[in-house]
């Protein structure tokens, strides 16, 4: 038999045939539908496809770092630099209703953000690291900039956490008063 053929190889299966257990090969799972065999290739072309586009998406990047680089003036040696600023993969961000892109995606690179904390009024830097997780890895808003501090984050994290947990243990409380009454 070649390989690809619709019959997978019966003695896989731990039988020596289908003949000794009296089924049919399709009733013991050794034969593939056409559908199946289909779904297979169309995995594999979506596979394919996926990596050829990861390709040509950094091909576009490097390219865009290039023309970038350029237009600024950078020389040869500056565009090394140019590299190694944290990059934007388009692919990645979270999908957008709007008209127009943030100036970061123009740029095709993140740019460290000062910004004023909220709860305490301290100047802080959003750095490009944060900001590429933010949009790319948990999938924020492009919109969105940073407003709080870690620590002021911090603090309305454990805030929330406790009110929640005060919340619970009053209710089973309750339920325990139900229970008894």
């Not at 490097?62 to 934007?88: C, D, F, M, N």
């Not at 892109?101 to 959003?126: A, L, S, T």
């Amino acid at each position: 038999m070649k390989a690809g053929w619709h019959i997978d190889a019966v003695k896989t299966r731990g039988s020596p045939s289908h003949q000794s257990s009296g089924r049919l090969p399709w009733a013991l799972g050794l034969m593939k539908s056409n559908r199946q065999r289909r779904d297979e290739i169309n995995a594999h072309r979506v596979k394919k496809r996926d990596e050829q586009r990861k390709v040509a998406e950094s091909r576009r990047i490097t390219e865009r770092i290039a023309t970038t680089a350029k237009s600024q003036g950078l020389k040869v040696r500056e565009l090394a630099a140019v590299s190694k600023r944290v990059h934007v993969n388009e692919a990645n961000l979270a999908p957008n209703a709007s008209w127009g892109w943030p100036d970061f995606v123009h740029r095709g690179y993140y740019v460290d953000q000062p910004f004023i904390c909220v709860g305490c009024n301290v100047q802080q830097v959003w750095t490009a690291t944060q900001q590429k997780w933010w949009y790319e890895t948990a999938k924020g808003d492009i919109w969105t900039v940073a407003k709080h501090c870690r620590p002021c984050r911090r603090k309305e994290r454990d805030r929330k956490n406790k009110a929640r947990r005060v919340h619970l243990e009053g209710l089973a409380k309750k339920k325990e008063r139900k229970v008894v009454a």
